[in-house]
């Protein structure tokens, strides 16, 4: 079965800072791939998604994720970040119809 | 506007009580998910459902069951709540490709 590793546990950041969050999955083949992000207090929302195509995904709040088979990664980034992103996120695999989670990165940014 | 809802929010038992947690969505999802979410090892599958009287064993089942009436809804039941289960534990549907979470319940258990 599909796993997700996200090696970034916690990461604290002073705003307009770039951001790069980890994530691998287990193995290859065709795979979807999602970046959750959950504000505190609050449920989670999908920030991005891969199926196919272009490598490069953009998402909402100016995220943007990489697609890289030859990797098995899936890495969030953001050129620069906001206090309003403090939150914690949540790497997921498709294995069929189920969703696979990584363990989170809790993201902390300071003003 | 179609929505998925949790109830109750929060919970608090005691350890050998059975609790139940609802879960119910309007957007006449066929696939619907239960997930419990701790600390270290983010939210894991407890059971899930593909549809009416459809239900399937996640990767974190024991002490948990869940039953499917209708496409509304999926509710999961705790037989007898043990501390080990305090967590706060999220209900999802799907169709096609994307999820979608409700508010989450916290329940503890003493």
């Known amino acids: 079965a599909q796993s997700v590793s996200q090696h970034n546990h916690h990461v604290i950041l002073s705003e307009a800072a770039s951001l790069e969050l980890g994530c691998n999955y287990s193995?290859?083949?065709?795979?979807?791939l999602f970046w959750y992000v959950q504000y505190p207090g609050q449920h989670l929302q999908l920030l991005l998604k891969?199926?196919?195509?272009?490598?490069l995904v953009k998402g909402i709040k100016g995220f943007e994720a990489e697609f890289i088979k030859s990797k098995f990664s899936f890495n969030l980034r953001k050129p620069s970040v906001q206090w309003s992103d403090t939150a914690e996120y949540f790497c997921?695999?498709?294995?069929?119809?189920?969703?696979?989670f990584g363990t989170g990165t809790r993201l902390q940014v300071f003003p | 506007d179609a929505e998925i809802t949790q109830s109750p929010r929060h919970k608090i038992t005691e350890t050998g009580r059975q609790v139940t947690l609802a879960c119910h969505q309007t957007?006449?999802?066929?696939?619907m998910f239960w997930y419990r979410q701790d600390l270290g090892h983010g939210l894991r599958l407890i059971h899930y459902?593909?549809?009416?009287?459809?239900?399937n064993k996640g990767e974190v089942s024991d002490g948990y069951s869940v039953s499917r009436s209708n496409t509304e809804d999926l509710p999961l039941t705790l037989e007898s709540a043990a501390s080990s289960q305090t967590s706060v534990y999220f209900c999802?549907?799907?169709?096609?490709?994307?999820?979608?979470f409700g508010p989450g319940t916290r329940l503890t258990v003493l």
């Open positions: 999802a549907s799907s169709v096609g490709n994307e999820q979608f």
């Open positions: 193995y290859g083949g065709t795979v979807n």
């Open positions: 891969y199926f196919s195509g272009d490598p």
């Open positions: 997921a695999v498709k294995d069929t119809d189920k969703l696979i």
């Open positions: 957007w006449n999802h066929n696939n």
């Open positions: 459902s593909y549809g009416v009287q459809d239900t």
